[in-house]
């Protein structure tokens, strides 16, 4: 035994980010034993057992002592099977059965099987960040394919066995490999015929960065304008890819398509919980609208989810977070995305149809369309009412704007906004101004633009937050145009956008 107390590097998964343990080992006399503290959870305290096993299997001694084993820090409840390998080690090296050359430098996640083998865990990536900022060198199981940072070294450890070489002698390191996505698996907007109004409102929805609506029948194309909206957003940024690969991983979801560049795009069906859509559980994971960030999140058959799972949506879309609160803490999950929504006009889908006459009575279509109202309805700014395509177009295989060209589109758009923004001074003082005036004041327009505008909101009686709606799609479409003020046909094409409002 070459020391009373010997303690490793080690971490745990807290939300969807690695937070830094201390594995300390003690011991001393007594009957043998294994006793864990600090909070640990039941995957924890398993592997006393595993332990046991894996020592037994390469030809370790399990010490005859009373072991304690810390977990530090004690005040935060430990969970994961990541805690094994650093538990395994720190035996190992206090009992003078491993070398401790660079054992302090290195931190340790991995499961460990009754053979000895190391298994990685979930949260790879997180614990890649956590040892890249801790100018820690990672020890992890061996995991096939690799499914970690891009261009960051890791170190695996197959083995305990292993461990008797020392620890520089006993891994290998891996590097992380570019991911290529084959050509045939990406969808293109060429392939949607006769909706070029709905791909310029989605064009857009990109742009602004606006919530979207698709009303139609079904069979008119809504999921497939949707599920290529991902083909027209720019490139995600270095941090907002770490972010989603850091979810992803901590959700056990495949990286691949992240790595390669992809945006995430999420579609839960209308049969998901609270816990499932936002987050939750124990210990707390995190949900759909968190594994859609930096991508799109898409509910189809928008009247059928139930309103309070759509109500949880309200402070996600505002913030760009989920904030979930429990007894030993509160998690803060990252939930900035795209939302893009689907919905039939009626319960049989046929309202308004030119070919199909509807079914429903007056009373199901009220009661199914103030499903579609309410707080949340009032955060998307865009509504778009898509019709069944002509049959012919869809024979004769007519093609109109691709995704590159739509992309191109929302690249100037974001491009001028940014630019706009940066030169931009102070907005003009509006205080004791009405809803209108706060409006015209905020968003640069020309007097026609003005004078149109009040046209439009008296005509409608649109409230202060459809004027600042109107608003705010006419800004995005100057942007597209590159205009400095917004015109006239600026805010006309946009009130073409904001489908059946009441407000």
């Known amino acids: 035994m070459?020391?009373?107390?010997?303690?490793?590097?080690?971490?745990?998964?807290?939300?969807?980010?690695?937070?830094?343990?201390?594995?300390?080992?003690?011991m001393g006399g007594g009957l043998p034993c294994i006793q864990i503290?600090?909070?640990?959870?039941?995957?924890?305290?398993?592997?006393r057992s595993r332990l046991r096993c894996a020592f037994k299997s390469v030809g370790f001694d399990v010490p005859r002592h009373s072991i304690t084993i810390?977990?530090?820090?004690?005040?935060?409840?430990?969970?994961?099977?990541?805690?094994?390998?650093?538990?395994?080690?720190?035996?190992?090296?206090?009992?003078?059965?491993?070398?401790?050359?660079?054992?302090?430098?290195?931190?340790?996640?991995g499961e460990l099987a009754l053979d000895g083998s190391v298994g990685s865990v979930r949260g790879e990536v997180a614990y890649e960040v956590l040892a890249r900022d801790s100018h820690l060198k990672l020890i992890e199981g061996r995991s096939s394919p690799y499914r970690g940072l891009p261009g960051e070294p890791r170190f695996e450890l197959a083995n305990i066995g292993r461990l008797r070489m020392g620890v520089d002698k006993a891994v290998s390191c891996c590097d992380g490999e570019p991911v290529h996505v084959p050509p045939a698996a990406v969808l293109d907007y060429a392939d949607?015929?006769?909706?070029?109004?709905?791909?310029?409102?989605?064009?857009?929805?990109?742009?602004?960065?606006?919530?979207?609506?698709?009303?139609?029948?079904?069979?008119?194309?809504?999921?497939?304008l949707a599920r290529r909206m991902t083909t027209i957003l720019p490139e995600l940024s270095r941090q907002d890819q770490q972010e989603a690969l850091c979810i992803h991983s901590v959700a056990g979801e495949d990286l691949t398509g992240l790595l390669a560049g992809e945006r995430p795009f999420r579609s839960?069906?209308?049969?998901?919980?609270?816990?499932?859509?936002?987050?939750?559980?124990?210990?707390?994971?995190?949900?759909?609208?968190?594994?859609?960030?930096?991508?799109?999140?898409?509910?189809?058959?928008?009247?059928?989810?139930?309103?309070?799972?759509?109500?949880?949506?309200?402070?996600?879309?505002?913030?760009?977070?989920?904030?979930?609160?429990?007894?030993?803490?509160?998690?803060?999950?990252?939930?900035?995305?795209?939302?893009?929504?689907?919905s039939n006009p009626c319960p049989c889908g046929y309202l308004g149809d030119r070919d199909v006459a509807c079914?429903?009575?007056?009373?199901?279509?009220?009661?199914?369309?103030?499903?579609?109202?309410?707080?949340?309805?009032?955060?998307?700014?865009?509504?778009?009412?898509?019709?069944?395509?002509?049959?012919?177009?869809?024979?004769?295989g007519a093609e109109g704007m691709g995704s590159h060209e739509l992309r191109g589109m929302v690249e100037r758009g974001r491009a001028f906004a940014t630019h706009r923004r940066t030169c931009a001074g102070e907005p003009p003082a509006t205080r004791g101004a009405t809803a209108l005036e706060r409006a015209v004041a905020s968003f640069a327009m020309t007097d026609d633009a003005a004078e149109t505008l009040v046209g439009m909101a008296r005509q409608n009686h649109l409230t202060g937050r459809g004027i600042k709606r109107l608003c705010r799609i006419a800004r995005t479409i100057a942007d597209m145009d590159e205009a400095e003020r917004i015109g006239r046909g600026h805010v006309l094409e946009a009130s073409m956008f904001q489908g059946r409002r009441t407000s």
């Open 359 to 396: 079914t429903c009575s007056a009373a199901a279509i009220e009661r199914y369309q103030s499903k579609l109202a309410g707080p949340l309805i009032d955060r998307i700014d865009i509504v778009i009412n898509v019709a069944r395509p002509d049959p012919s177009l869809i024979i004769e």
């Open 37 to 47: 503290v600090g909070m640990p959870d039941s995957t924890v305290l398993e592997a």
């Open 192 to 224: 949607v015929v006769g909706q070029e109004v709905a791909k310029r409102g989605i064009a857009i929805a990109a742009t602004g960065n606006l919530g979207l609506l698709m009303v139609g029948a079904p069979g008119s194309g809504k999921t497939m």
């Open 70 to 109: 810390n977990l530090a820090p004690s005040d935060m409840r430990k969970t994961g099977t990541g805690l094994d390998l650093p538990i395994a080690v720190a035996i190992l090296a206090l009992s003078g059965q491993i070398p401790l050359n660079d054992l302090d430098a290195c931190l340790f996640v």
């Open 268 to 342: 839960p069906h209308h049969s998901i919980s609270t816990a499932g859509l936002v987050g939750g559980g124990r210990p707390v994971r995190p949900g759909e609208i968190s594994l859609a960030h930096g991508g799109c999140l898409f509910l189809d058959e928008l009247a059928e989810f139930p309103s309070s799972v759509l109500q949880s949506l309200r402070q996600p879309l505002e913030e760009g977070c989920v904030r979930i609160v429990r007894v030993d803490g509160m998690f803060t999950f990252p939930a900035r995305f795209q939302l893009i929504a689907a």
């Open 2 to 26: 070459t020391a009373p107390v010997y303690a490793v590097h080690a971490a745990c998964i807290r939300g969807v980010e690695a937070v830094p343990v201390t594995v300390e080992v003690s």
